[in-house]
């Protein structure tokens, strides 16, 4: 596959909610790189979209991800299911996606947009789940249906390609 297109990179931030990522193994990190993928992301003019499982039960999109466009409530483990993501995410973007958990609403989610024939890339640093063997099965699952695995630094380099674009260097503090 070749490198991220940038001017065709949409991110799709998964679930990544008050109540749930306490749970979350390395929870923390997760956060911390979702964090720096959305300031790239703003920096370069990446859109996004963002989701909430259940927010009644699981709060809402965790506050340390601020200045996030309007969440996308949904009860369907699987984002597709709801319409609104669906339009949202649009035709043929390529969709870098983060956020939980792996195993049950990225992992569905990535599945079922890979049978719309769609460039998902996983930031499997960016990505989390309670158990690490949970973690660990997703990612294998979603490269065996054809997701690309990569982290949040592959990602920031690739949408800059080069040290002469002029977000350069405030991109490069992000993993500093």
Same mark, same amino acid.
């Given at each position: ?78 984002? *597709? ?16 996606? *983060?956020? *939980?958990?792996?195993?049950? *609403? ?71």
């Amino acid at each position: 596959m070749p490198l991220l297109n940038l001017r065709n990179a949409m991110l799709l931030v998964i679930d990544l909610q008050e109540r749930l990522m306490p749970a979350i193994d390395h929870g923390g990190l997760v956060v911390a790189n979702t964090a720096r993928l959305l300031e790239a992301g703003r920096l370069l003019g990446v859109p996004v979209v963002v989701t909430e499982q259940n927010p009644a039960k699981l709060g809402r999109t965790v506050p340390e991800l601020p200045g996030l466009p309007p969440a996308i409530a949904k009860m369907a483990f699987d984002a *597709c299911a709801e319409p609104a993501v669906l339009e949202a995410l649009g035709g043929d973007r390529e969709l870098v996606v *983060c956020g *939980c958990e792996a195993h049950v *609403c990225v992992g569905q989610t990535v599945v079922t947009l890979l049978e719309h024939r769609r460039r998902v890339v996983v930031v499997e640093d960016a990505v989390g789940s309670r158990a690490p063997r949970s973690h660990a099965a997703a990612l294998r699952r979603m490269a065996a249906h054809g997701a690309e695995l990569v982290t949040t630094e592959m990602v920031l380099f690739e949408w800059l390609r080069t040290a002469a674009h002029p977000q350069f260097r405030a991109i490069s503090q992000l993993i500093r």
